[in-house]
């Protein structure tokens, strides 16, 4: 039996209103408007932290060091050669000796990379794998895209023990078809004609992969207790499962209203969405939208019941805040250049020999804890930092990725650079112990308080793109009461 | 058993350019106007000078490494000039390499030099702090400023001792208010306005709680000192200042990496405090010292200070502050030069800048704001941030 064992899912706190979206640039497009709100990615994230904070939540109280292999779907990578499922495996705390991938280049390569870490564990060289989807994608000022977009992350995780969702079946369809793309030097999407798109595509793939699949394992559409797939479209959406044959109670709820369309994570999302309103028997079945489909099903099992404590879809949608000026989006974005001053502009070099030393104290939050007298330290130190103790070279790893911690001083500074003034920080004191200075984000000056509760979250801590270099480091954030 | 530096060197010629944004002037200009005035207060010449020490700490924005830009501005003849470099204390290094070689009898003579010209950098506030806290803090600390840094400390004082955002500015404005007074009284200081208590609580906020007046200035300047052993002190001047102390203290780490720390106070402040104290055998700093001149970058780091060299009992600086205890007609003056508030902050002159003005008091040739028969004068410089520092404490009387 291979399936899923775990879930996760990350939706960044901040949502934009589409009004405010159109109020901004829809004179320039006035065919844009859509309704609802989206989920815009903090300053600080990209696709590469939101994928580790969907895992995180996935791996939630689970194993790390038996994990094989982390597979990232995403479009989004901020570098076309650095491979971003290494830096998440590191983020995560993985071993080593796993394998590592990305799934690119369309926005059905979730489903591609859940199928490949199945196929992986079914072929016998890998237990556990995690695949996780994320995107954060681009649109230009006053294009629909822009109104659809949303960014988001999921996270499953594989494995043939424990299943909460057997995988039964698959088909998958691929046509070359160059609904959107992007060249070498592009930033934004060329797109084809939207009326193409929909009527030759998106309401043909879905239902083939789909047909085909039940077709093949001579299932009909009324087995399922819900059919998961993406929303470019409301209207189609629905259409596409009517004309399947679906009540629309069986159809799963897409998010456009209140993500936005998440691109490779999109169908992830809606499936995790779907296993958390899932019982024991549920048949599940899950398609993909891009250059073709990936169709596959699922069997919910009893297992599930013990995966409930996860942030998920339902919880990182009840913690929002609005954002509610479209410069500030737009400047989060890097769609209109801002002014950093010199002081912003002032970026050294990353010394790459040196992040790779530290790559662990960097990316994965390790400290060391003193044998001697258990004091917990960060950065790692060779020479216990507690005066009264001071052992030499009597330390053991200790992360602090996972630890809770508490305010316990903190400032706004507005003379700092930030895309998001004023800079935020303050010093953390952790539960267990441990000590340091950490940025804060997804909060306001105004909400925080010494002594509130902090939990940690990987984040983009700088970039340099005149160099073409994005720095990744944790950050507190405060816990919502 | 070591004896200490007490009574074994005398300050015999000082000088001090006037601190501000000297759009006009070069750090060499800086240099030579220091060492030109001091020299003459000195009444000695370049080549009675066989070794100098000199510092400067944001050297990359302005002189680069090394102590050739003292050599070759002054032309010194191939002399052993030693650079020194400890955050904004590297001024009270400099004297202190000084002192220490003159007292060892290697030298009769050194000279103290300390520049430092920070508006060539096309912003406000100092460098930025990655180019001196080192390449891995780039990776893992905050982008922080030193108003941020210090305003943590703030935030963790008025929550220590239930201070209301209000009643803790009003303090700290207090701190600052008094300093621009001084700063009126003294040609050299870089801002010279009287600002109202209520003036400094309005105004914009750098790093809350700190606002603008909360800050000190960023300031161009240099100051420079002659130091001789204290047997040939007379042969050169009447009046000599005498070395009491000079010690200095850094940080363990355990301060930002430990949880014991409460920063609400400065623990390198306290320890080097101490030790100045037991060096020049005063028992009642609060009672024995007659001014002085304290670190304050920022208001919060005066306001600590007081308690950390036990002017003030911890916990009970706002009391002191708000009867009037540092003002320049209290019973113990502090900044009587407007401080690194009002004189400016150009950082590794700013150590010998308080010496300067202490070396004049005790001279009594502060002008109009010359203090009453001053016996002891105190300087505290501070480098870095209140989790991870080091400060200079020097003490010279009579």
């Not at chain 2, 400065?266 to 080097?272: D, P």
């Amino acid at each position: 039996m291979v399936g899923i064992t775990s879930y996760g899912a990350y939706i960044p706190r901040y949502r934009i209103n589409r009004n405010t979206i159109y109020s901004a640039m829809g004179w320039l497009n006035p065919a844009t408007l859509m309704p609802g709100e989206k989920a815009v990615a903090n300053c600080d994230e990209d696709n590469i932290s939101m994928a580790v904070a969907a895992s995180l939540d996935c791996l939630n109280g689970l194993e790390r060091e038996k994990i094989e292999g982390l597979y990232l779907a995403t479009t989004t990578s901020p570098y076309r050669e650095r491979q971003a499922a290494g830096i998440v495996a590191t983020a995560l705390d993985l071993r080593p000796e796993i394998r590592t991938a990305d799934f690119t280049d369309s926005i059905k390569a979730g489903t591609t990379a859940l199928l490949a870490a199945c196929d992986a564990i079914k072929g016998g060289s890998a237990k556990r794998v995690i695949a996780c989807a994320a995107d954060s994608r681009l649109g230009k000022a006053g294009s629909a895209q822009e109104e659809i977009y949303g960014d988001g992350a999921a996270a499953l995780l594989l494995g043939d023990s424990g299943v909460i969702a057997t995988l039964e079946g698959s088909y998958s369809v691929s046509y070359d078809f160059t609904d959107h793309w992007r060249g070498e030097e592009d930033k934004f999407d060329r797109t084809w004609e939207d009326r193409w798109i929909r009527d030759v595509g998106y309401t043909k793939f879905i239902p083939e992969a789909i047909s085909g699949l039940l077709k093949k394992y001579e299932l009909s559409i009324k087995d399922f207790a819900k059919v998961v797939y993406p929303a470019l479209y409301v209207r189609e959406h629905a259409a596409i499962g009517k004309g399947l044959g679906a009540d629309p109670g069986q159809i799963q709820q897409q998010m456009l209203a209140t993500v936005g369309d998440s691109g490779v994570a999109s169908p992830l999302m809606m499936l995790v969405a779907a296993l958390e309103d899932a019982k024991p028997g549920d048949k599940i079945l899950l398609a993909s939208y891009g250059n073709g489909s990936d169709a596959m099903f699922f069997q919910v099992t009893q297992e599930i019941d013990k995966v409930r404590d996860r942030r998920g879809i339902k919880g990182h949608l009840a913690l929002k805040r609005e954002l509610t000026s479209y410069e500030k989006y737009a400047a989060f974005r890097g769609t209109i250049p801002i002014e950093k001053g010199i002081r912003g502009d002032e970026i050294a070099f990353t010394q790459l020999s040196n992040l790779w030393r530290e790559r662990r104290v960097v990316l994965a939050l390790y400290g060391s804890k003193c044998k001697r007298c258990g004091t917990p330290q960060y950065p790692p130190q060779r020479i216990c930092v507690r005066p009264d103790c001071g052992a030499i070279d009597e330390m053991e790893d200790y992360r602090f990725s996972d630890k809770k911690g508490h305010l316990f001083t903190y400032t706004g500074d507005s003379l700092a650079f930030s895309t998001s003034p004023p800079a935020i920080y303050g010093m953390i004191d952790f539960e267990g112990g441990g000590r340091y200075n950490f940025d804060l984000t997804d909060c306001d000056l105004d909400s925080i308080k010494v002594g509130m509760p902090v939990e940690m979250s990987f984040r983009r801590k700088y970039a340099d793109p005149a160099r073409g270099i994005y720095g990744y480091f944790w950050k507190a954030v405060p816990v919502q009461a | 058993m070591a004896e200490g530096i007490k009574d074994k060197v005398a300050i015999i010629g000082m000088g001090c350019t006037k601190f501000g944004e000297s759009w006009d002037k070069s750090y060499e200009d800086l240099i030579v106007d220091a060492f030109k005035e001091c020299i003459e207060d000195a009444g000695i010449e370049k080549k009675d000078i066989p070794a100098a020490w000199f510092a400067s700490c944001f050297d990359e924005v302005f002189a680069g490494k090394a102590g050739t830009p003292l050599s070759t501005t002054l032309k010194l003849p191939f002399l052993p000039v030693t650079r020194v470099e400890n955050f904004c204390a590297s001024g009270t290094e400099a004297l202190r390499g000084a002192a220490y070689a003159v007292a060892s009898g290697v030298y009769d003579i050194a000279l103290a030099l300390g520049v430092e010209k920070l508006k060539d950098t096309g912003y406000g506030g100092l460098p930025d702090f990655g180019s001196v806290m080192g390449t891995k803090n780039r990776l893992i600390t905050p982008n922080m400023t030193a108003p941020g840094a210090f305003a943590m400390m703030a935030t963790r004082y008025f929550s220590v001792y239930n201070l209301s955002p209000e009643e803790g500015k009003r303090m700290l404005a207090r701190i600052s208010a008094k300093s621009h007074h001084n700063g009126t009284l003294n040609p050299k200081a870089h801002l010279r306005r009287e600002v109202t208590v209520e003036q400094i609580m309005n105004a914009p906020i750098v790093a809350w709680p700190l606002g603008l007046f909360d800050c000190c200035g960023v300031s161009d300047g240099g100051a420079a000192a002659i130091v001789t052993r204290a047997d040939m002190a007379k042969k050169f001047r009447p009046d000599p200042v005498y070395v009491k102390s000079l010690q200095i203290a850094l940080s363990s780490g355990e301060e930002i990496g430990y949880t014991d720390f409460d920063y609400a106070h400065v623990e390198t402040g306290y320890r080097a405090g101490q030790r100045a104290y037991r060096e020049a055998g005063i028992t009642n700093p609060r009672e024995e010292i007659s001014m002085a001149e304290l670190h304050d970058c920022f208001s919060i780091t005066e306001c600590v200070t007081y308690e950390d060299l036990q002017f003030s009992a911890r916990g009970r600086a706002r009391e002191d502050i708000e009867s009037g205890r540092f003002d320049l007609d209290g019973p113990q003056p502090v900044q009587p030069d407007g401080g690194l508030k009002c004189f400016g902050h150009p950082i590794a002159a700013s150590g010998l800048r308080m010496i300067y003005e202490m070396y004049k008091q005790l001279q009594g040739k502060a002008g109009p704001r010359q203090i009453k028969n001053p016996k002891l004068a105190l300087t505290h410089n501070m480098g870095g941030m209140p989790a991870l520092n080091l400060i200079g404490v020097s003490i010279v009387g009579l």
